[in-house]
């Protein structure tokens, strides 16, 4: 289930990263590029998180598996 609700709050952070590119894309002033580069920015570094978290898992398990069967 744990997998399910990341892929749905990465997929929404990932929405929220592209709505910051259209602020970049659109900014007229320094702070709203300013804005959008970050919401941007936090988006993939977040998602990245998510990765790696789930990666880390994957290896955590198998390494329980190796020593489960090591005599």
């Not at 977040?46 to 990765?51: K, V």
Request: aromatic share 12%; hydrophobic share 55%.
């Amino acid at each position: 289930m744990e997998s399910v609700s990341s892929l749905l709050v990465g997929t929404m952070v990932a929405a929220f990263g592209v709505v910051g590119l259209f602020l970049v894309a659109g900014a007229a002033d320094g702070e709203m590029f300013l804005f959008g580069l970050s919401l941007a920015g936090f988006a993939v570094a977040f998602n990245f998180n998510l990765i790696r978290r789930h990666y880390n898992k994957v290896d955590t398990v198998r390494a329980a598996a190796r020593e489960g069967t090591h005599v």
